[in-house]
């Protein structure tokens, strides 16, 4: 009976640990999103990212923009491909779908209100970071003015980011994150702010993942640039 009683307690501790409850994060390269309108250009938030948490300026969204961007305020939006971006002919960016069926659009800037004041805005999701992860890896493109500013945290601290590779469409990042391995974290992107406001900033975000390979040394990022140039020479 005694032995009964102490594998039921045990059980019970078991399955009320924090680590055994926690869930791997989901959705991070935004292909389970459900366009379910709201009014006018939004979308339900909780349908358009499923897993994810919005914030403007601290205040959790229920609405995101859907195929639309804001001229100066603070907010979300989700794209797919039938995106046309409407700041093109300011950034000089193509605009569109960085890979999949949608991007996700994170823009600081103004609060919408009578009273607008500059407002950081951040897509964040708590969850468990799988064991064995060495880094963690994005793409995203940035529609920044020279004080533009974007950062990524894990459990609240800022992520070292280092660039992997460029292309025409996204900028691949990556950062070391194996000190948070099997741990349940809280991961952010945040696009913050200016103070005060001068112009709305953009960050087209897709594609994160967690992976098993460590951060490249800068100069093992020298090395792969100066193998490629050589290449290119011994064929010409």
């Known amino acids: 009976m005694k032995t009964a009683k102490l594998f039921v307690f045990c059980l019970t501790i078991f399955c009320a640990s924090p680590f055994v409850r926690a869930q791997a994060f989901t959705d991070l390269n935004f292909e389970s999103a459900t366009m379910v309108p709201a009014s006018g250009f939004y979308v339900q938030f909780n349908q358009a990212f499923p897993g994810w948490t919005g914030t403007v300026d601290g205040v959790q969204?229920?609405?995101?923009?859907?195929?639309?961007?804001?001229?100066d305020s603070a907010g979300i939006s989700i794209i797919d491909n039938n995106w046309t971006n409407s700041t093109a002919h300011l950034s000089g960016f193509p605009g569109g779908v960085i890979q999949g069926n949608y991007t996700a659009i994170l823009m600081s800037g103004n609060t919408l209100g009578a009273n607008p004041q500059p407002a950081d805005t951040t897509l964040s999701q708590t969850s468990l970071v799988p064991i064995g992860i060495q880094s963690l890896q994005f793409e995203a493109y940035q529609v920044f003015d020279s004080l533009g500013a974007f950062t990524v945290t894990l459990d609240g601290q800022n992520l070292s980011l280092i660039v992997i590779s460029n292309t025409l469409n996204y900028t691949l990042y990556s950062a070391n994150i194996s000190a948070w391995a099997g741990q349940t974290a809280q991961l952010s992107f945040n696009v913050l702010g200016e103070n005060p406001h001068v112009d709305d900033e953009y960050l087209y975000l897709d594609s994160i993942q967690f992976s098993t390979q460590s951060v490249p040394e800068p100069g093992e990022l020298d090395l792969v640039a100066l193998?490629?140039?050589f290449l290119g020479f011994r064929r010409r």
């Not at 969204?61 to 804001?70: G, H, R």
């Open 61 to 71: 969204q229920a609405l995101v923009l859907s195929n639309e961007v804001y001229l």
């Open 227 to 229: 193998g490629t140039l």
